[in-house]
């Protein structure tokens, strides 16, 4: 039996940051672990962000892996994640605090941190902490933001990756984490890199530089970071201004259909994660949030065109979509 | 981060399967403590002294919620004990996950379908019962604690 104490005295490296509209206070007995937390220090931080305690240990025992395995479980305020390279993770939800252990190979892999770690503890405890994680894309041009949602396979992150090589910044890809701020909506993203699945090469062929490998569900995918489409690509928060529902029909063209805040509301809500009863406050933060965001300009885009076509008449959208629906 | 990648045909918004039922419930005692335990199959009933009950003072009660993974493969693997503060977590793999609250009283455990009623009963029962019992006394250590305390800022 290997039996890890969380002794504050162990875990000497502590430091505060600010990540998907949420603060957290980490501590480590790991300077390595330590270190993944410089990209999300500085920058203004949401002052009505709420905090969550994360305790790491990096400890020899977790061993190399044998086998690849993502394992996830929740009940009731509790969740387990077993995460490679061989890390296991556990949530309080209640005390909104996460324990780890992490081996070597984690604490050095900036990757795993990036692109696992932090963006599934932020969709794990974001709830009790006042966000409401959203599953959707979120691209910004001058400081406003544009959230693309859709349906499983409506082409979310192909069209996301086409928007940024028009120049859009890329705020997330698949989830965005929506909190309030001074009385507004604010959208974060956490980096994570797009991610494309093999046959989307036609539409890109850049991607012949790269190869596509096994994700986390298992499936082959490419995952690129935003900044390879276009070089300032990239952002971490923005305040939304328009939601667009994606869904692809085998008509030629590109058509905008205003939607109701019904629509929205009832997109968002249906498609969100169950919560336990255990947690009712944070099912009541993001139905007000959700509430909130289905007042926003939102449309039905439906396209039969390529990704790039589809990109191109968003783009030239947006200024009748400063005029809201009409 | 999208969990509800992991699903594999599982209810895509209960990506973390906290909704599976646990319809079937008893009591028994370990040790001096009352456990009601709930669970979603026959085989995960612990063979332990049933609750007579009969309530003593000072009994402490505690809750298992006992759930049958049918989606997590393999056998018991060396226990990884994580302590400190008012949870203890073991892993075992996926084939068992366990998270006791001290102060909630609770025992919430996941335990895949290979394990056997044989590895259950003499494997699994003695260790949730050492930890439920070292629980019982760190809740009762800190209710006297607490106890303490108030006295002394009256």
Known sequence: ?326 | MALADFVHGHDPLDPLRRFMATPLRTRFRVGTTRVMVQTNDFRLLPELPLDTGVDQAGNARFEWKLVRDHDAPGLLEETLLLTGGPLTIASMGPACLVGVDHERGELLAFIGYEVDSRVFQEVLVPFLGRLTTAAAESRKYTNLLNEHQSTLHW
């Open chain 1, 1 to 326: 039996m290997v039996n890890l104490s969380f002794d504050r005295a162990n875990l000497v490296f502590r430091t505060e940051f600010s990540l998907g509209g949420v603060r957290c206070r980490l501590s480590t007995n790991s300077y390595k672990v330590l270190q993944h937390s410089i990209p999300w220090q500085g920058g203004s931080p949401n002052p009505e962000a709420k905090t969550f305690e994360m305790d790491i240990l990096e400890d020899a025992s977790m061993g190399s892996p044998t086998e690849s395995r993502t394992h996830f479980r929740g009940v009731r305020h509790l969740v387990f994640a077993m995460l490679e390279p061989r890390s296991f993770v556990s949530y309080d939800l209640l005390r909104k605090q996460v324990r780890g252990v992490v081996s070597p190979d984690a604490a050095s892999d900036h990757t795993f941190w990036k692109t696992q770690l932090l963006p599934i503890t932020v969709g794990i405890l974001g709830t009790t902490l006042g966000v409401a994680p959203l599953h959707c894309a979120c691209l910004t041009r001058n400081g406003d933001g544009l959230l693309l949602a859709g349906l499983s396979g409506a082409g979310k992150s192909t069209l996301t990756a086409a928007l940024a090589r028009r120049r859009f910044a890329v705020v997330s890809d698949d989830w965005t984490y929506i909190s309030r701020n001074r009385g507004t909506l604010v959208a974060d993203g956490l980096s994570a890199p797009i991610k494309l699945l093999p046959d989307t090469v036609r539409f890109f062929p850049e991607l012949h530089k790269f190869a596509p490998h096994k994700t986390m569900n298992g499936e082959m995918a490419y995952e690129i970071e935003p900044e390879k489409f276009h070089p300032v690509a990239e952002f971490t928060s923005c305040s939304p201004k328009w939601i667009f529902f994606l869904e692809r029909t085998s008509v030629p063209g590109c058509r905008f259909v205003p939607c109701t805040s019904t629509y929205t509301r009832h997109f968002f809500k249906s498609n969100a994660e169950r919560l336990p009863e255990e947690l009712p406050a944070a099912q009541e933060t993001r139905s007000e949030i959700i509430d909130r965001l289905s007042e926003y300009p939102s449309w039905i885009v439906r396209s039969g065109d390529d990704p790039h076509k589809t990109a191109e008449a968003i783009e030239q959208f947006l200024p009748e979509a400063t005029l809201g629906p009409r």
